[in-house]
């Protein structure tokens, strides 16, 4: 008989219960996105990720801290953040090389 090892209970449970007991409650009823992690760069654009829930969010990296709406669409928070910014589309890139010789 070969049983697996579920070794991903065995986490530090006292550490987790410490926690667990104020968050719990919130965490059933909804998500409270108080667990971010840190900010990931993607492009020029970096976001936070929530570690409950999954969800994103822009991070400021020269104030550092979040900012702007929540989505799970991080191209939705970059588009929201290119309306803000003045920017609503990606511009191609205007033909500028002329045969001029
Ligand atoms: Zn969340």
């Known amino acids: 008989m070969g049983e697996k090892k579920k070794s991903g209970w065995l986490w530090p449970l006292g550490l987790m219960a410490t926690g667990l007991a104020g968050a719990a409650v919130m965490v059933f009823r909804g998500c409270w996105h108080g667990k971010m992690s840190w900010p990931v760069r993607s492009h020029e654009y970096s976001y936070q990720v929530c ?10 990296e020269k ?31 205007p033909s500028v090389e002329r045969s001029a010789s």
């Open 51 to 60: 570690m409950g829930c999954g969800i994103k969010r822009l991070f400021d």
């Open 63 to 93: 104030a550092f801290r979040a900012y702007g709406p929540f989505s799970y669409d991080l191209n939705r928070l970059i588009e929201w953040e290119r309306a803000r910014r003045g920017q609503p589309q990606p511009q191609p890139k």
